[in-house]
Every structure is written in structure tokens, then in C-alpha cells.
């Protein structure tokens, strides 16, 4: 796969993901949205509640990935996008029980406080589509990592990290940018928590996998145990 340096490159690689993840994760049954890369101060990404953009006859949700975080492990990009893409399956009702009455499911309520406390509706709808959950005192069940199930996906589509990222200035720190205007949508809020996966190599043929944890691993093809990479 080339590296991905370009700006449009990059929104064509995340509206790629997204649809391969739709497809992986929720059926194909979940609306398209846009993608966008604005810098979020205090977030890896955020998903606006509603549908801000026209696109034809129709009017679209969005997914924002923050621009500022863009070079994080792949993993972990895909983790912020599949969280933005629960808040999405919420605001839909995907596979809600409750229906409106026109026959429709009904939203799930996701979020409180104005979308920045996560519940644990969030938490059900997460791990049961690729995410494993922690809570945050303050934030609730917003903290997610990404599965297995993600990780082994990743890794068959053999995406790369996106190898570029907008600088953060001192303003951005002071806060006179715009903190995830996204009316009251869910945003992922940037944790210090170190990365959960961890890559092995086999030393002899180079055959690679992921683990969100320490293990004891060995190469199927050469019988060499497989060491954690550098």
C-alpha cells in the first residue's frame, strides 16, 4: 500500500475503512456519512448527532477524525473511527428493540450531558462491534481500545499507518480553537492511556500478528517463538 501523505488520500482511506467496517461490523446497514479532518482540541474524533451536510437530495451525518492525532498507530485510528461509528449505529437505532410510530427504530440514547458522559447503552453497543470498554470517572464508558475481532480485520486488509498529522500550537492548547463543536454528539476524548496492542514478528520469516496482551507465540511455519516488535 502506498503511504498516505496526501489530505484527500487520507479522507478517501478513512471513507474506505469506514465502508469496509460498515460492512464487517453492522451489516452494511448503517447510513454513509461525511468524513472530516478538522483539529479537535481535547479529542481523537467526535460524531455530530445531526444531519449537518446536504449531499444531493439527501442530508448526511458526520464523522470528524482529528487531524491533530492522524499519526497514531492504525489501530488506533480505527478504534476512534469504529467508536464515532456506534454513536452512529446509536443515532439510528441500529438493532434497536423500540420502535416509533411509524414502525421505526427508535434512537438509542447513547450519551448524556450535553454527548460527553458515555453510558452504558455506548458500552453494549461497542463491545458488541469490535471495541473493548474501560470507564473514565468523568467521561463514563468512553475509553476504547480495539478487540480481536478489529485487530484480526486490520490486519487482513493490511492497512498502514496514516503517515501525516496538523501541528498543535499554543492557541490550540489555550483553547481559542473550537472544542469539538459537534452539538451534543459523542466525541472520543483524548486519554493518556498507552497503546493495548502490541505486534510479534517471527525472527526467521518475518510472519507477523497482533495481541492486546503479553503472549508466549510461536510461528506456524517455522516453530520460532515470536518476538514482540521494536
Request: proline residues 4%; charged residues 25%; hydrophobic residues 35%.
Amino acid at each position: 500500500m502506498k503511504q498516505t501523505v496526501k489530505t484527500s488520500r487520507v479522507a478517501g482511506q478513512l471513507e474506505k475503512m469506514f465502508r469496509l467496517l460498515n460492512n464487517h461490523f453492522f451489516n452494511g446497514e448503517l447510513p454513509e456519512v461525511v468524513i472530516s479532518l478538522k483539529k479537535t482540541v481535547g479529542a481523537y474524533g467526535h460524531f455530530t448527532c445531526g444531519k449537518v451536510w446536504q449531499a444531493g437530495d439527501e442530508r448526511r451525518y458526520e464523522i470528524n477524525i482529528s487531524s491533530a492525532t492522524l499519526n497514531r498507530p492504525i489501530e488506533e485510528t480505527c478504534a476512534t473511527l469504529l467508536h464515532e461509528m456506534c454513536h452512529l449505529a446509536c443515532a439510528v437505532g441500529y438493532n434497536s428493540k423500540v420502535l416509533d410510530e411509524n414502525g421505526k427504530p427508535e434512537p438509542i440514547k447513547d450519551t448524556s450531558n450535553n454527548g460527553v458522559y458515555h453510558n452504558k447503552r455506548f458500552k453494549a453497543m461497542a463491545e458488541a462491534h469490535g471495541l473493548e470498554v474501560e470507564h473514565h470517572p468523568k467521561y463514563g464508558w468512553t475509553i476504547t481500545s480495539p478487540g480481536i475481532d478489529l485487530l484480526d480485520f486490520i490486519e487482513q486488509q493490511g492497512w498502514q499507518d496514516l503517515q501525516m498529522v496538523e501541528g498543535v500550537s499554543l492557541l490550540d492548547v489555550l483553547g481559542t480553537l473550537p472544542k469539538s463543536s459537534n452539538s451534543g454528539a459523542g466525541a472520543e476524548p483524548r486519554t493518556k492511556k498507552p497503546s493495548s496492542t502490541r505486534k510479534y514478528i517471527c525472527p526467521k520469516c518475518g510472519n507477523s500478528c497482533r495481541a492486546t496482551k503479553v503472549i508466549n507465540i510461536i510461528c506456524g511455519d517455522c516453530m520460532a517463538k515470536m518476538v514482540v516488535a521494536e
